[in-house]
């Protein structure tokens, strides 16, 4: 199972502030552990929103809202790809991260080919198979 795990941003990550040496060591060390138990498959930090964009899509044409957007729960600093047994196993791979109170992580499972049933026809299944296998190559 492959699970999303969300980093939500704080009003110290939105302005831009950047983790101290003894944080990026410390989560340099996590990363590690989840990389040498092939756990991890990706993972990043994110700008902060005045840096982004929203595209939102109503109507006729998509509409694009620069950043910074309000500090809400719902922004995010960063993330990780993992890829385990369980929703448990997540829970406690994400429970051993270096973060400091206060600080919030969301996980949420990733879609296989299987959830979407019939409506996933052969011929998406062979064309999701070969960008996949394209983007690997890059």
């Known amino acids: 199972m492959r699970f999303m795990v969300i980093v939500k941003a704080t009003k110290e990550t939105e302005a831009g502030e950047m983790p101290s040496t003894e944080m990026l060591t410390a989560m340099g060390r996590f990363n590690e552990e989840m990389v040498k138990a092939g756990v991890m498959q990706a993972g990043e930090g994110l700008h902060p ?80 198979e070969r960008l996949r296998a394209e983007v690997a190559r890059r």
């Open 49 to 128: 929103t005045s840096k982004g964009a929203r595209i939102k899509y109503s109507g006729a044409a998509p509409v694009v809202t620069e950043g910074p957007f309000p500090v809400t729960s719902d922004l995010v600093c960063g993330f990780w790809l993992i890829e385990v047994g369980s929703k448990d196993e997540a829970i406690q791979w994400m429970k051993r991260a270096p973060f400091a109170p206060g600080d919030e992580l969301e996980l949420r499972q990733v879609f296989d080919a299987e959830d979407f049933g019939e409506a996933f026809t052969p011929e998406l299944r062979e064309q999701e």
